[in-house]
Structure formats: C-alpha cells, structure tokens
C-alpha cells in the first residue's frame, strides 16, 4: 500500500523567507506526484504535479517541486514566500495499482508572517 | 471555470440519524471519487466511480455508508446511522483521463458534517 508522510506539521516563516516543505513516498512503481494547497476557506487546488520528463516541476503562483526517484521524495520549494502563502499543503501520490487513488499526506500548515 | 459543486455546505445532525451529501462533477468527467478529510489529517478516499460503476469502495464501512452514481453524472454520499465519530469533511472530487497526461483530480469545496 501506498503511504505519504509530510515532514512537518505546521511551518512559521516571515515574508520573503525562503520555503521547503519535505515529502516522502512509500511505493516503489510508477507514481504520479502533486502538491495541493488549501487556502483558509476555499477548497484544495492543485499547484503542480508531476508524472514523466524533467523531475523539476514548477506549479502556479512560484512554487517548484522536485522528483527525486532514489530519495522517494518530492520536496516543494519557493524562494521567496509571501503573506497570501499561508495555507495548507498536502502531497499526495497516485498511480500505481491504485488507478486514479490518491494517497495523501498529513498536511502542513504554513503561516507567513508579513 | 468548471468547478465541483456540493451540498450541503456544513451538516450538523444527531447521532443514529440519516445524513445525505451530493455532489455534481465537472461536466464530463467520467471518474468521482468521495474523499473523507479528519481534522489535521489528509483526505482519505471513501470511494471510487468510473461513469455509474464502483471501481473501489474498499475503505467504505459498509454496515453505515453507500454511495450511488445512478447515471454516471452527480452522485450521493449515505450514512445511516451516523456516529460520533463520522464528523469530518466530506470532500468530492472528479477527474477526466487525458492520453499522456497525469490523471488531475479537482475537488469540490466539501461539506462539514458535525455529529452530535
């Protein structure tokens, strides 16, 4: 079975700062890879994925994530956050045996302070 | 842009009671899945469709849930009877498989269900 575990739980940054949240997969075939972030309020939205070519994926609003195959992770990154970043993320993985079944992590939470 | 409907938005009912969520896919997506989200965990799916037809309901409890896509487009998520425990986001999602593509799922904005 396929399992996702999001290294932190809540992250506190200050406006420019720069971000990595920490993503690592527990399944040894194909997978597809994404990032959704859930701003206060809203629904889940997709900000990047990944499946085939170049492991380095960049997704909207400057965020980028990278596929490390031999590390099983798929850390996402940005250099320089803002105020309006602060949501949750989730890293989810697909594929596999579980056509279409999306695997998520726990979530981290980030805030930015301005 | 197409989004994922769902209602109700929020649901606060009595344990042993009937509760009821819908939700309208984007226009021609083939393939709805029912996601439930516990507080301060990730959304864990419930149950898979593919046009009308069940493809894995392996995580539903089926003594108290089912869910149904009778002609292949809206669906209805039940449980009867609810329990303390079922409080949680109901999420909806659906998906179109594009050749060469990662298959996306879009989520709908879910429906709060507080158990009481």
């Known amino acids: 079975a396929q399992s996702v575990s999001q290294h932190n739980h809540h992250v506190i940054l200050s406006e420019a700062a720069s971000l990595e949240l920490g993503c690592n997969y527990s399944?040894?075939?194909?997978?597809?890879l994404f990032w959704y972030v859930q701003y206060p309020g809203q629904h889940l939205q997709l900000l990047l994925k990944?499946?085939?070519?170049?492991?380095l994926v960049k997704g909207i609003k400057g965020f980028e994530a990278e596929f490390i195959k031999s590390k099983f992770s798929f850390n996402l990154r940005k250099p320089s956050v803002q105020w309006s970043d602060t949501a949750e993320y989730f890293c989810?993985?697909?594929?596999?045996?579980?056509?279409?079944?999306?695997?998520f992590g726990q979530g981290t939470i980030l805030t930015v302070h301005p | 842009e197409a989004e994922v409907a769902q209602s109700p938005r929020y649901k606060i009912t009595e344990k042993s009671q009937a509760v009821a969520f819908w939700c309208d896919p984007i226009?021609?997506?083939?393939?709805l899945y029912w996601y439930r989200q516990i507080l301060g965990q990730g959304p864990e799916l419930l149950v898979q469709?593919?046009?009308?037809?069940?493809?894995?309901d392996s995580q539903l409890p089926k003594d108290r849930f089912s869910a149904e896509r009778l002609k292949g487009v809206d669906s209805t998520l039940k449980i009867q009877p609810a329990e303390l425990g079922d409080s949680a986001m109901y999420l909806c999602?659906?998906?179109?498989?594009?050749?060469?593509?990662?298959?996306?799922?879009?989520f709908g904005p879910g429906t709060r269900l507080l158990v009481l």
């Open positions: 989810a993985v697909g594929g596999g045996t579980s056509y279409g079944k999306l695997t």
């Open positions: 399944y040894g075939g194909t997978v597809n």
């Open positions: 226009s021609g997506h083939a393939t």
């Open positions: 469709f593919q046009d009308e037809s069940v493809v894995d």
């Open positions: 999602a659906s998906s179109l498989r594009l050749a060469g593509e990662a298959e996306t799922q879009y």
């Open positions: 990944y499946f085939s070519g170049d492991p």
